[in-house]
């Protein structure tokens, strides 16, 4: 059966510094199931691409939140 893949935003509003974008991309990489993880920076964006089987939404929210960031699924 082919892995079905899901691209997720997060939102982030407390991103205060460039340096963090390696952090959150690092631990959301280590899930298993995590294709890809970009951290936009300037607009607080979080995008995965993921299976959503190995690696649900809860998950990835767990992973930023273990950052010291708080993150919820945005809406747009």
Same mark, same amino acid.
């Given at each position: 059966? #082919?892995? =079905?893949?899901?691209?997720? =935003?997060?939102?982030?509003? +407390?991103?205060?510094? !460039?340096?963090?974008? !390696?952090?959150? +991309? &690092? *631990?959301? &990489?280590?899930? !298993?199931?995590? +294709?890809? *993880?970009?951290?936009?920076?300037? $607009?607080?964006? @979080?995008? /995965?691409?993921?299976?959503?089987?190995? *690696? #649900? /939404?809860?998950?990835? /929210?767990?992973?930023? +939140?273990? $950052?010291?960031?708080?993150? @919820? !699924?945005?809406?747009?």
């Amino acid at each position: 059966m #082919p892995q =079905t893949s899901l691209r997720t =935003t997060l939102r982030s509003d +407390e991103l205060s510094c !460039p340096s963090c974008v !390696p952090k959150i +991309e &690092k *631990a959301l &990489k280590a899930l !298993p199931g995590v +294709e890809q *993880a970009e951290v936009h920076f300037n $607009t607080g964006r @979080i995008q /995965v691409t993921h299976d959503p089987a190995r *690696a #649900p /939404v809860e998950a990835l /929210v767990q992973a930023v +939140e273990g $950052t010291g960031y708080k993150a @919820i !699924p945005a809406a747009f």
